[in-house]
């Protein structure tokens, strides 16, 4: 991981190095973890498989004994899905970013989505608090016929105790590769409150949301988000990825029952049109 050099001025601090790494293989009928390694203070629950419509389908918590992410903190997290499953990975609370003296935290997530896989990585909001200090570097790489949705939501601070835009920097990149190692799209995000850019991306909102929804053919897919952004009467747009290689959806509210929600929507829209792209291939 290679951090911007807005953080150089911040100095290294030591923390803790927390790390997990997930290999997903189909086992029989169902999606299994084949391979787990974890370092604490990341935790990771074993498969459920609570969807009676997709009951091979595996529901993974990661979470954390740490209860946040503090000050100088590193965090690497692998998901390796194998050819032909499907799994949803989320956490089990809003990430915290705790207040920082000095030094930065980081975390990085590197997701190989298989050939004709299907993968959810929908975590809960990004809550930094005051004076923190935060960089998120997430990494795709898609095989043929595969299909992610991964979810990022940043909170304005811990509205409830009066705080709104006191975090010092949080920076959120994204880089989304074939499996040639071709660029998909890049997407970034750096948000330093005590600029005027801040008040206007965040549109006199407290939380700002986005769901990339990377696949093939997502024609379709458009058609249906775009229906439920309108059924849902939100302040929310979805738009075509370069090289047409999915949606990236993005959301403005002051609710996170409502992000969730259309983040349920649109993970349910993107999950049935992957298994329809599945069924096509097999028929082929």
Request: glycine share 8%; aromatic share 8%.
């Amino acid at each position: 991981m290679i951090v911007p050099g807005s953080f150089r001025k911040y100095g290294p601090e030591a923390g803790e190095k927390g790390a997990a790494r997930i290999e997903l293989a189909r086992i029989g009928s169902k999606t299994a973890i084949s391979r787990l390694r974890t370092r604490a203070p990341l935790l990771v629950q074993k498969a459920l498989y609570p969807n009676s419509a997709l009951p091979g389908m595996a529901h993974i918590y990661l979470m954390s004994s740490a209860g946040g992410i503090l000050q100088g903190d590193r965090m690497e997290i692998d998901l390796i899905a194998g050819n032909g499953t499907a799994s949803r990975i989320t956490t089990q609370a809003a990430t915290k970013i705790y207040k920082m003296e000095k030094g930065y935290a980081a975390q990085c997530i590197a997701i190989s989505a298989r050939d004709s896989s299907y993968l959810e990585f929908l975590p809960y909001q990004i809550i930094p608090f005051k004076s923190s200090r935060f960089y998120q570097q997430v990494d795709l790489e898609l095989e043929r016929n595969a299909t992610v949705v991964y979810s990022e939501t940043i909170s304005s601070g811990r509205t409830a105790s009066g705080e709104n835009f006191d975090f010092e920097i949080c920076f959120l990149k994204m880089t989304a590769r074939d499996s040639r190692g071709k660029v998909l799209f890049t997407d970034a995000a750096k948000l330093e409150p005590g600029k005027d850019e801040i008040a206007r991306l965040f549109g006199d909102k407290s939380i700002w949301s986005m769901i990339y929804v990377v696949t093939p053919d997502s024609e379709s897919a458009n058609r249906q988000i775009t229906a439920a952004i309108r059924d849902y009467s939100m302040l929310a747009g979805c738009s075509v990825l370069p090289n047409d290689c999915g949606l990236v959806i993005r959301m403005l509210d002051d609710s996170i029952d409502k992000i969730r929600q259309m983040t349920e929507a649109v993970a349910g829209i993107a999950r049935n049109h992957a298994l329809s792209v599945a069924a096509g291939v097999r028929a082929n």
